[in-house]
């Protein structure tokens, strides 16, 4: 297999969706659904390929893998039938047949519509749908009868019945053939079945859960049984679908990340059939990577639908329209949605943007180093360190440090430090412990040009206070997040620097930024690894104790917050508060805890 493949394999998106393994000539060779792609892959990655034999071929002759990304695994079955409908992939069994999912349809030009099962969408009257699961479909077709009593039966049946029949006299048809029915209660009837299916469900969903739990305290078990059945079939219908879209009509839906990915979501006779990919390498703006992907996508000979969906209009919309109409021969409209369907296919196409790889919207260290010597007209930084503390609740303090050198890691120098008992709940305080810890360690380690401490001003006297100045020490730096609600002030990224008093607020997408906050991530994710590693310790120490199992142990985890003196300075009878712990096992945990000791 190509390394460039097995380099794909181990980057494989970490969501549900599809995935496509190619040939030389980009033919599809095989189609597979998941709910998480990357877990699903690692299993192809072993040895035996999936157990399945017909799947060993697929080492062979594999040269590249696609994947496309859905909101849950249900899309992802859908998506599944398309595509091995449409491609044929010679290593797939399954989903080749025209059998189609399953619609509920309500069929238009009656006194009485009935409702009914179909496997394509009627063109008269009205169709939900496609669901992937016909047993949950004819289900809630039953439900749906059982709350609102339409009619299943075939017109002649409608018109030459003279008596009720089953369904009627088991209450699941309002019975028109026999009964002297208004048309407007039976139309109500069709219209509260049309809200439910269109996913106005959550109000019937509540009232059956109400049934459920009056039922159950009343000790009316088959009642509640009932009411819980048609909770989880009215469930399975209650989050739409984005594979196939309402109507028939034919659009794109353009999905761009912050790097300059791009999806493309081509939807034909209403149907996702294809996704292009490719890379916005410079924009200013989010119209402005909007108008740079349109142009590049359809500067090609390539189809073009008669609506483009976007997340932003650019700045001329009305002259790329007339751009893409003349390419076209015919009119085409750019459509910027806030709601409904056609937005939620916008986070779609987004999703499947992010999932793309090798992709990044790259900023060489030259550009990022002149970036960041203008925020305050200094030096151009070439090593740049980041601080982080983390602890929970003043228990379990630790910290790190991380280093970059010309934009890359250089992980022989990043450092964590355990400051449990070395300082109060002060966070001001920890910051200083760890920069005197950093002097200390500069003979070895090298003074970074910057220090870029996570907070603001505060943070960085107290870094000050730590670091005795006894030889030369970089400027320190406050990288504080953006808070949402409040002030104009604090609500951007900022940064402070040590001797300046105003902050200099930070430009979105700007090389600079993107930086700082990678690094700052970094120094984080590390100090919350070390910290969750400590806390797994003491967790382990306490399940070793006879009569302490997982949960119980992560209950005495919670109450002590990590400080295991607690455990072991507190009497017998305030132990014994605690959720499952008896005097007995209160006093076995203190003696093997060494209560003598304290």
């Given at each position: 297999?190509?390394?460039?493949?097995?380099?794909?394999l181990?980057h494989?998106?970490?969501?549900?969706?599809?995935?496509?393994?190619?040939?030389?000539d980009?033919q599809v060779?095989?189609?597979?659904k998941?709910k998480?792609?990357?877990?699903?892959i690692?299993?192809y990655?072993r040895?035996?390929?999936?157990?399945?034999?017909?799947?060993a071929?697929l080492?062979?002759?594999?040269?590249?893998?696609?994947?496309r990304?859905?909101?849950?695994?249900?899309e992802?079955l859908?998506?599944?039938d398309?595509l091995?409908?449409?491609?044929?992939?010679p290593l797939?069994?399954?989903?080749k047949?025209d059998?189609?999912?399953?619609?509920?349809?309500?069929?238009?030009g009656?006194?009485?519509?009935?409702?009914?099962?179909?496997?394509?969408?009627?063109?008269?009257?009205?169709?939900?749908?496609?669901?992937?699961?016909a047993?949950?479909?004819?289900?809630?077709?039953?439900?749906l009868?059982?709350?609102?009593?339409?009619?299943?039966?075939s017109?002649?049946?409608?018109?030459?019945?003279?008596?009720?029949?089953?369904?009627?006299?088991i209450?699941?048809?309002?019975?028109?053939?026999?009964?002297?029915?208004?048309?407007?209660?039976?139309?109500?009837a069709?219209q509260?079945?049309?809200n439910?299916?269109a996913?106005?469900v959550?109000?019937i969903i509540?009232?059956?859960?109400?049934?459920?739990?009056?039922?159950?305290?009343?000790?009316?078990?088959?009642?509640?049984l009932?009411?819980?059945n048609?909770?989880?079939a009215?469930?399975?219908?209650?989050?739409?679908?984005?594979?196939?879209?309402?109507g028939?009509?034919d659009?794109?839906v353009?999905?761009?990340d912050?790097?300059?990915?791009?999806?493309?979501?081509?939807y034909?006779g209403?149907?996702?059939?294809?996704t292009?990919?490719?890379?916005?390498?410079?924009?200013?703006?989010p119209?402005h990577a909007?108008?740079?992907?349109?142009?590049?996508?359809?500067?090609?000979e390539?189809?073009?639908?008669?609506?483009?969906?976007?997340?932003?209009?650019?700045?001329?919309?009305?002259s790329?329209?007339?751009?893409?109409?003349?390419?076209?021969?015919?009119a085409?409209?750019?459509?910027?949605?806030?709601?409904g369907?056609?937005?939620?296919?916008?986070?779609l196409?987004?999703?499947?943007?992010q999932a793309?790889?090798?992709?990044?919207?790259?900023?060489s260290?030259?550009?990022?180093?002149e970036?960041?010597g203008?925020?305050?007209?200094g030096?151009?930084?070439r090593?740049v360190d980041?601080i982080?503390?983390?602890?929970?609740?003043?228990?379990e303090?630790?910290?790190?440090?991380?280093?970059?050198?010309?934009g890359?890691q250089?992980?022989s120098?990043?450092r964590?430090y355990?400051?449990?008992?070395k300082?109060a709940n002060?966070?001001y305080e920890?910051?200083?412990?760890?920069?005197?810890?950093?002097?200390?360690?500069?003979?070895k380690?090298?003074?970074?040009?910057?220090?870029?401490?996570?907070?603001?001003?505060?943070?960085?006297k107290?870094?000050?206070?730590?670091?005795?100045?006894?030889?030369?020490?970089?400027?320190?730096?406050?990288?504080?997040?953006s808070?949402q609600g409040?002030?104009a002030s604090?609500?951007?990224?900022?940064i402070?620097?040590?001797g300046?008093e105003?902050?200099?607020?930070?430009?979105p997408?700007s090389?600079e930024?993107?930086f700082?906050?990678?690094?700052?991530?970094?120094?984080?994710?590390?100090?919350?690894?070390?910290?969750?590693k400590?806390?797994?310790?003491?967790?382990?120490q306490?399940e070793?104790?006879?009569?302490?199992?997982?949960?119980?142990?992560?209950?005495?985890?919670r109450?002590?917050?990590?400080?295991?003196?607690?455990i072991r300075?507190s009497?017998t009878?305030t132990?014994?508060?605690?959720p499952?712990?008896?005097?007995?096992l209160?006093?076995?945990?203190?003696?093997?805890?060494?209560?003598?000791?304290?």
């Amino acid at each position: 297999m190509k390394s460039k493949l097995l380099e794909t394999l181990k980057h494989a998106p970490d969501s549900p969706g599809c995935y496509l393994f190619m040939d030389s000539d980009s033919q599809v060779l095989y189609v597979g659904k998941a709910k998480n792609i990357r877990r699903r892959i690692q299993a192809y990655r072993r040895p035996g390929a999936d157990g399945r034999r017909r799947l060993a071929k697929l080492w062979e002759v594999a040269q590249s893998v696609e994947f496309r990304i859905t909101e849950n695994e249900r899309e992802a079955l859908l998506l599944e039938d398309l595509l091995i409908k449409r491609f044929q992939p010679p290593l797939n069994v399954l989903l080749k047949d025209d059998k189609s999912f399953l619609y509920l349809t309500i069929p238009s030009g009656h006194e009485f519509p009935p409702i009914r099962l179909a496997r394509k969408a009627s063109k008269l009257g009205v169709s939900f749908g496609p669901y992937p699961s016909a047993r949950a479909t004819r289900e809630t077709k039953r439900l749906l009868k059982l709350a609102f009593g339409l009619r299943d039966c075939s017109d002649a049946t409608l018109a030459n019945r003279t008596r009720p029949c089953l369904q009627k006299e088991i209450g699941l048809c309002l019975g028109p053939c026999v009964e002297s029915l208004d048309s407007g209660a039976y139309e109500a009837a069709v219209q509260g079945t049309k809200n439910v299916l269109a996913g106005k469900v959550a109000t019937i969903i509540q009232k059956e859960e109400v049934v459920m739990a009056e039922a159950s305290s009343c000790q009316e078990y088959e009642t509640a049984l009932h009411a819980r059945n048609r909770v989880r079939a009215l469930e399975k219908l209650k989050d739409p679908q984005r594979i196939r879209a309402t109507g028939k009509g034919d659009f794109d839906v353009f999905g761009l990340d912050v790097r300059g990915a791009l999806a493309i979501l081509e939807y034909r006779g209403g149907d996702w059939v294809n996704t292009r990919q490719g890379r916005v390498p410079f924009f200013q703006s989010p119209s402005h990577a909007v108008e740079v992907a349109l142009l590049g996508a359809y500067r090609q000979e390539v189809d073009i639908p008669p609506e483009i969906v976007v997340s932003h209009l650019p700045e001329s919309p009305q002259s790329l329209e007339a751009w893409l109409a003349n390419k076209k021969g015919g009119a085409v409209t750019l459509i910027c949605p806030q709601k409904g369907l056609r937005r939620r296919l916008i986070r779609l196409a987004e999703s499947n943007a992010q999932a793309i790889k090798n992709q990044d919207r790259t900023h060489s260290w030259l550009e990022i180093s002149e970036g960041l010597g203008k925020l305050f007209g200094g030096q151009e930084p070439r090593v740049v360190d980041c601080i982080d503390v983390s602890h929970t609740q003043g228990k379990e303090t630790v910290a790190s440090r991380v280093r970059f050198v010309e934009g890359k890691q250089e992980l022989s120098s990043w450092r964590r430090y355990s400051l449990a008992g070395k300082v109060a709940n002060d966070d001001y305080e920890a910051m200083k412990w760890v920069l005197s810890k950093v002097e200390k360690s500069a003979a070895k380690d090298g003074w970074a040009d910057w220090i870029v401490l996570d907070g603001g001003p505060l943070q960085i006297k107290a870094g000050e206070q730590g670091l005795h100045k006894k030889n030369f020490t970089p400027p320190l730096f406050g990288l504080a997040k953006s808070r949402q609600g409040y002030s104009a002030s604090v609500a951007k990224e900022r940064i402070y620097k040590s001797g300046i008093e105003e902050p200099v607020f930070l430009i979105p997408d700007s090389p600079e930024r993107l930086f700082l906050e990678h690094v700052r991530n970094e120094a984080h994710r590390f100090a919350v690894s070390y910290h969750r590693k400590k806390r797994d310790k003491v967790q382990l120490q306490l399940e070793k104790i006879p009569g302490i199992g997982p949960v119980k142990a992560r209950e005495l985890l919670r109450w002590c917050q990590g400080d295991l003196n607690k455990i072991r300075m507190s009497p017998t009878e305030t132990l014994v508060e605690i959720p499952g712990v008896t005097s007995k096992l209160a006093s076995d945990l203190q003696r093997h805890l060494g209560r003598g000791e304290v």
